[in-house]
């Protein structure tokens, strides 16, 4: 066995007359400019020894290869580009097998399509999820995976951009064998010596229902959102079954690289960056985190249910508490229909659910929380319960135990203070449902100690979490912005804006729904009672819309009482002309003469809102980089991802909306 280096990243060993190719670019062999010259490298070097009678590529490490290297997108190409890479693998004289031992994403899956087999290891998996970047692939994913597994399943995987597993992989036809012996490659190299090589491009699309065509480029497109590549990727892989592989490859690569030059791509390359630094904070570094698997969960109403169910799907053993025997075993019973619902959805296996269940106790009795590594209270928002729970736990839990508290509103390093050890409190603010909703805001009070803060982090990641580390202030991130961004669209709708105006503005803009059908989905009372709580303190300077007021003390709470901003009596939202008379009314009481508002100048007050409000949580210190406020607003509060966040459009594109 000799070994030769191709490249920084690439290099190959000969054994028993195959050249193994290993890409080794850690942390995930992103497809660098110096990979692709390694890869060419040692396909010539293959091709100039007689004694090679093929060439396997695989991976180093836990990753097959993940992608083309997204730090490169934006910056001047240089050669040779993963095209002709691909196009190298694909015309190789000799046979060229992938052995997939981990993901293959993107160009990764590009470049084991373009081998001449490919066998997946027990850990591989396969995805094009270039349309969460904005792009389409462009290196002929979109027409040679239609070749290798039909078009439907074609759309459906790249158009999703989801990810798939060895055996859903082997299924489809995508790869011809699972084994995580290195000798199946080889021996499938040997067996292809006689015959010619089957060349995925060359490969007939095969022929497709197309009412089942039609209905996998309905499901994908239903999901865009107004967004531009995954209708692109869609027409594209249509196009395979049209045109020959050379006019679909270069409509492909013109596609991709003017999308990849997009507003849209760049959002989403800014979220997929944004994402991998949140919760980094420098000053956590080389900090270890404490270890956590019991965690008590004070309360199981909604919010403490879905804690407790992402807790126990993280593998945790949970320890719930509640008041009475009584509800003790209704929070047992909550939580065990949560689990349900995700084994029926199809989310959960029964198995899973069980092992789940069998690591639940919900007592009545809080000194069941002394074994717990952390507890996470979801009691009433209310300062004075929270306290007095905190100070009573402080004398059941252990020294080293850490105490979380979910308020939304109030302020914790007053919870904290309460305590005999206020440095091991933090927040850990989940968004309802909890077990499905992906942000959780990781509060770093005045006296949290900096390796409690990394455990509640790593315990948000643990969950599967996105963690956003914010500090002290009323309302955090989220809510903060969120209250000025109300406030904004109560001050047109003051002006002359309908709500029914506002909330279609939001909706063309990406948002899933408007604000004003967001307030009466979560209720409007609890902002009222805020509001109330509020009035001895407000500046009386500072102006206030008595609208949600009106309409709170009519008793239009909201969807639950069917009837809020709009009406629901009939099932449906509809726009109630008492509302549109209240509005009235309450304009005139001012003196307003309503006047016209445009779609552009709705949405545009409302995104500078939200930035203003932001710049200021940033000059207070409250959160760390505009990315971690762009990504508490796309997760926890509809905010249309491919738009970027309202930081980053505030950036990239001024006042446009
Ligand atoms: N290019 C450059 N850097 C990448 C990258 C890529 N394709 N994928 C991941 N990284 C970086 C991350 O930014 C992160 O960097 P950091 O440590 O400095 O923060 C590091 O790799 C580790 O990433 P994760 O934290 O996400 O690691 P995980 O182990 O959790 O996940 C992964 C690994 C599943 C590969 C995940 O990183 C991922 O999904 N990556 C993106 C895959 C992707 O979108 N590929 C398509 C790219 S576009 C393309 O291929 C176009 C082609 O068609 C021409």
Redesign the pocket.
Known sequence: MSATRFSESVTGSIKDSVLVVTIDNP??N??SADVRQGLIAALDHAAAHGMVAGVVITGAG??FV??????EFGKPPVGPT?PEVIDRIESFSKPVIAAING?A????C?IALACHGRIAGEKAAFG???V??G?V???G?TQRLPRLIGPVAAIDLIGSGRTIRAEEALALGLVDGVSEDPATAAALIRAMAAAPLRRTGMIAVPVADPLAVEAAAKKVLAKARGQAAPAEAVRLVRLAGDVDLKSGLADERAT?IRLRDSQEAAALRHV??AE??AG?ADKLEGIAPRKIETVGIVGTGLMGTGIAVATLIAGCRVIGVEQTADAAVKGRERIAATLDKSVQSGRLSAAVRDACLARLEVAADANALAAADLVIEAVFDDLTVKTELFQRLDGIVRPDAILATNTSYLDPDLIAAATARPDRVVGLHFFSPANIMRLVEVVDCKATARDVLASALAFAKRLGKLAVVCGVTEGFIGNRIYSAYRSEAEYMVEDGAQPEQVDAALEAYGFPMGIFTVNDMAGLEIAWARRKRQAATRDPGARYVEIADRLCEAGRFGRKTGKGWYDYSTGDKVVDPEVTALIAAARAARGIAPRNFSREEIVGRLLKAMADEGKALLAEGIAASAGDIDLVMINGYGFPAHKGGPMFVAETVGKAA
Do not use: H, N, Q
């Open positions: 942390p995930v992103a497809i836990r990753t993940g992608g083309a290297d997204i730090k993963l993901a994403l993107g160009g990764g590009e094009m999820p270039e969460k970047l792009i692939p462009g290196a994913g991709f997929f960056f991998r630094s980094k």
